[in-house]
């Protein structure tokens, strides 16, 4: 093997996807296994499964018959190749889940690194501001709401 390529990484992840109607994740999670990757040089998938959607609840205390959301999921084996784009696959796709197979230890250069952390800080500085403005729009949309809420129809009476 020439050492002077780096070896790709061998790569497994899931990506899972909850909602409803029961079609709409099963169409979601048919085409994530059939387009991951698609016209991506740095991801070459070698294995795609899926599994079709079943019941879940997300109150723990209800059983997942009584629920109406969804999960399917997609289990994906690819080379990726290299940490940027493996961190860029853990930003775009959100798996639930990711293994590094091999090689079981790697070589960067700091410069990469650097780049992959750089990155990193910036979309996480994108999210918290995103956040940040949507809490604020929240806090705006409750004040207005409780401007309209009907006065209470039978005030407690207060005893000495």
């Not at 079609?23 to 294995?47: D, P, Q």
């Not at 997609?74 to 090689?103: K, N």
């Not at 979309?123 to 705006?140: A, E, M, P, T």
Request: glycine content about 4%; proline content about 5%; overall charge negative.
């Amino acid at each position: 093997m020439d050492k002077s390529v780096k070896p790709m990484l061998k790569t497994r992840l899931i990506i899972e996807v909850v909602g409803f109607p029961e079609e709409h994740i099963n169409e979601t999670t048919r085409l994530i296994a059939e387009k991951f990757g698609e016209g991506v040089k740095e991801i070459k998938v070698s294995k795609s499964a899926m599994r079709e959607a079943t019941k879940i609840s997300i109150d723990p205390k209800k059983p997942a018959e009584e629920g109406k959301f969804f999960s399917g999921f997609v289990e994906i084996e690819c080379d990726v190749l290299d940490i940027a784009a493996l961190t860029g696959i853990v930003f775009d796709w959100m798996p639930a889940s990711i293994e590094v197979v091999e090689p079981e230890m790697t070589l960067e250069k700091a410069s990469d690194l650097n780049a992959v952390l750089n990155d990193l800080c910036a979309r996480l500085h994108q999210y918290d501001s995103v956040i940040k403005v949507l809490k604020s729009q929240n806090v705006i949309l409750q004040r207005e709401l409780d401007k309209y809420k009907p006065a209470d129809a039978n005030p407690k009476d207060e005893k000495d």
